[in-house]
């Protein structure tokens, strides 16, 4: 949060695209850690945007088993990596 202040950026993207298991807790720290986040950036102002990458298929892309309810409801936005 104090980088994106004093770098006067306006907001984040995060982008992680570790393998982890459908219902595992990686996915679920990863929402914590983004709602976190954006909690943190909105009490400085509240039109800093926490934006996250996300497959384009929430059925475990690669292995990729990330908890998109989650994920959307931590997120501003929520990007589609539709390269995938």
């Known amino acids: 949060v ?3 202040v004093a770098s006067h950026y306006d907001g ?4 992680w695209e570790t393998p982890a298991a459908v219902g595992s807790d990686p996915p679920r720290w990863y929402a914590e850690l983004i709602a976190e986040t954006r ?3 909105h009490s400085r ?9 996300v ?7 690669d292995g990729r088993g990330y908890d998109i ?16």
């Open 55 to 61: 497959a384009w298929s929430p059925d475990d892309i």
């Open 12 to 15: 984040v993207v995060f982008d």
């Open 39 to 41: 909690d943190a950036l």
């Open 69 to 84: 309810p989650l994920l959307s409801a931590a997120s501003d936005l929520l990007y589609v990596m539709d390269y995938d």
């Open 2 to 4: 104090t980088a994106v």
């Open 45 to 53: 102002h509240p039109g800093y945007q926490v934006s996250t990458c």
